[in-house]
């Protein structure tokens, strides 16, 4: 009993004496050594352990929190992030007063039993990262615990190098893309913990990379990002929207189906509640064609009656046993309009294409699209009317306002000639005429004269000048107004049709 108590173990040696066939044997008190430090993933993850076996050590509740901050200091590894214990048995040895130095615990006193909780597993803050707004947790918004506070990466510098790290912490394989300002991923809180990152990609944590030190110049807008192999997304491929089509989950950086003889209501509802497309599936199995797989894995899954994710399934990949005559699961989620039918698949990294993946036409058709169709024919129809009916009035309407243009056209006399553009032709001609050469002289010139310029208008002027009465021969005279326009030597018949012409 005091053995155990002071967590001694026993070594039994046998050996024969004086070649007498006497065997002695002597148990011999070897002392079980004291608690050391196990890692877990990476130094800045560990347990306490006993040496020779995997026994987890139990620390006092009182002095744990202080003596774990000093194995994390000392291992640059930052604060305590969290602790994981678990209770340890009633006859138990607990360590007591201990110091720690060079990887384990030193000086320490022990006793059974008491109030004491077993080191499972220790986090410090420079191993405390996750991935946050993102659809998985390998996936999402890069950020580090430090001083109690959750902050950010910038993302200068930022590539897959640094990304490694992280998903390698994360347990989430490597690094499939980054992401930086203006990328998936939502700004963040709180402080930028690292800036300027040069990682090789064989760190333990991104704290071990080199940095830049000093004030940070970046904003919550340059927040780094990473999307990790393991990754888990399904989403549905080969339907008329995301809604609904082939079943695709994504796992180590490629997208495989699920098979047909797992797949069933349950697992069909899941997806859709998953893909926020409703939680009833209007259609999942027997699809004509049969749904084919794509060249990545196959993925089998069992689950419990109340499992909500697909997640939480039990998951086999590449079985041959129990895909062997299998063929890949689809779903028509509730939230959906329906498929329709084509015959050139499209695979996208959304859930939205236009066909079943079969390489033939797929007709799959669903309440919700004919009703859409329907209400399409019937808009389309009126809209036809509409514009028949509106084209009609508007023929009808010129039609009747060029009848009466034409009633107008036909009701008015045309003016006449004496009143046509008075305005721009103010001829007024007393007299013309051919006048023949006279062989005779007028009984009185003086009374010819007269009578012409009494028939001007004071307001014309005239080109003839008014001469005295001579013995010499008269000369005939065509008298009319505007005789500047008009040349004396042109025949005035000719010339007044040439002016009636301009004026028309």
Not at 128 to 145: S, T
Not at 387 to 408: D, E, F, K, P, W
Request: hydrophobic share 35%; charged share 15%; with cysteine.
């Amino acid at each position: 009993s005091r053995l155990t108590r002071c967590s001694l173990s026993y070594l039994m040696t046998c050996f024969y004496c004086n070649n007498q066939h006497i065997r002695v044997c002597m148990l011999f008190c070897v002392s079980s050594g004291v608690p050391y430090i196990h890692k877990l993933a990476g130094k800045c993850s560990f347990s306490l352990r006993m040496p020779g076996n995997s026994d987890v050590a139990a620390l006092p509740a009182d002095s744990t929190d202080v003596l774990l901050e000093q194995m994390c200091r000392d291992l640059d590894c930052g604060s305590i992030y969290a602790v994981n214990g678990t209770n340890s048995p009633p006859n138990a040895t607990c360590f007591h007063g201990c110091l720690y130095r060079d990887g384990r615990l030193h000086n320490c006193s022990e006793s059974v039993g008491g109030n004491c909780t077993g080191v499972a597993e220790v986090i410090c803050g420079h191993q405390a990262v996750r991935l946050a707004a993102g659809a998985d947790r390998c996936a999402g918004r890069v950020e580090l615990w430090a001083d109690g506070r959750w902050g950010t990466v910038c993302d200068d510098q930022w590539d897959l190098r640094d990304a490694h790290v992280v998903c390698g912490q994360l347990g989430c394989g490597y690094a499939l893309s980054v992401a930086g300002q203006g990328g998936p991923f939502p700004p963040g809180r709180g402080p930028i913990h690292l800036d300027e990152l040069n990682c090789t990609g064989r760190e333990e944590n991104l704290w071990s990379c080199p940095a830049a030190q000093g004030e940070q110049d970046c904003g919550h807008k340059e927040d780094a990002g990473v999307v990790c192999s393991e990754r888990r997304a399904v989403r549905l491929t080969g339907g008329s929207d995301r809604c609904s089509g082939k079943v695709e989950v994504h796992r180590n950086g490629s997208w495989g189906n699920v098979c047909d003889n797992c797949w069933n209501k349950q697992l069909a509802s899941m997806v859709c509640s998953m893909l926020g497309c409703g939680t009833e599936p209007l259609k999942f199995s027997q699809f004509l064609p049969p749904l084919v797989f794509n060249d990545g894995p196959q993925w089998f899954y069992q689950c419990d009656q109340n499992t909500q994710s697909l997640w939480e399934c039990k998951e086999t990949v590449n079985s041959a046993n129990l895909c062997v005559t299998s063929k890949a699961s689809g779903v028509i989620c509730n939230g959906s309009l329906g498929f329709h039918a084509a015959t050139t698949p499209t695979m996208t990294n959304v859930a939205v294409a236009t066909t079943l993946t079969t390489g033939a036409p797929s007709l799959v058709p669903s309440e919700g699209l004919r009703a859409y169709g329907l209400l399409g024919t019937v808009a389309l129809a009126l809209l036809l009317v509409v514009v028949l009916i509106t084209n009609s009035v508007i023929c009808c309407h010129y039609r009747r306002r060029h009848a009466m243009l034409l009633q107008q056209t036909h009701a008015s006399p045309r003016p006449s000639a004496e009143h046509h553009n008075s305005y721009q032709c103010a001829v007024d001609l007393v007299k013309v005429t051919a006048n023949p050469v006279q062989t005779e002289v007028p009984p009185n010139t003086r009374y010819i004269w007269t009578q012409l310029s009494s028939a001007e208008s004071t307001s014309i002027d005239t080109d003839y000048e008014q001469y005295e009465q001579s013995d010499e021969k008269p000369v005939p005279l065509s008298t009319f107004r505007n005789s500047r326009r008009y040349r004396a030597d042109v025949n005035p018949l000719t010339s007044l049709e040439g002016l009636c012409e301009e004026c028309e």
